[in-house]
Nanobody, 122 residues
Framework: QLQASGGGLVQAGGSLRLSCAAS????????VGWFRQAPGKGREFVAA????????YFSDSVKGRFTISRGNARNTVFLEMNSLKSEDTGTYYC?????????????????WGQGTQVTVSS
């Protein structure tokens, strides 16, 4: 149902933009979160955006470097990642939920994408 894309290999200090799209349906009415999993570690919260787009949430580790936004067509959510660091390396997953308020934990989301790999070389 959810498709995450846009990952790749980038040098430290570079930027990437990830996209999360819902196939065959809109993301209107859904809060969307991004999580990541580094090799050998558990999945951690990165960022989330409320169903209306009015509120955004970030982990301390990415605050000030990442932004999250909704596309105009309301069926895509973007994660803009700037000033990337080697510790940002991992598989990035997007997730969606109709729950309120916007969750910032894995268990708050019912729908998950397959993940996209981000590798930051130092």
């Amino acid at each position: 149902q959810l498709q995450a894309s846009g990952g790749g290999l980038v040098q430290a200090g570079g930027s990437l933009r990830l996209s999360c799209a819902a196939s065959g349906r809109t993301l209107s009415g859904y809060a969307v979160g991004w999580f990541r999993q580094a090799p050998g570690k558990g999945r951690e919260f990165v960022a989330a955006i409320s169903w209306s787009g009015a509120n955004t949430y970030f982990s301390d580790s990415v605050k000030g470097r990442f932004t999250i936004s909704r596309g105009n067509a309301r069926n895509t959510v973007f994660l803009e990642m700037n000033s990337l660091k080697s510790e940002d390396t991992g598989t990035y997953y997007c997730a969606a939920t109709r729950r309120r308020p916007t969750p910032i934990v894995e268990s708050g989301y019912e729908y998950w994408g397959q993940g996209t790999q981000v590798t930051v070389s130092s």
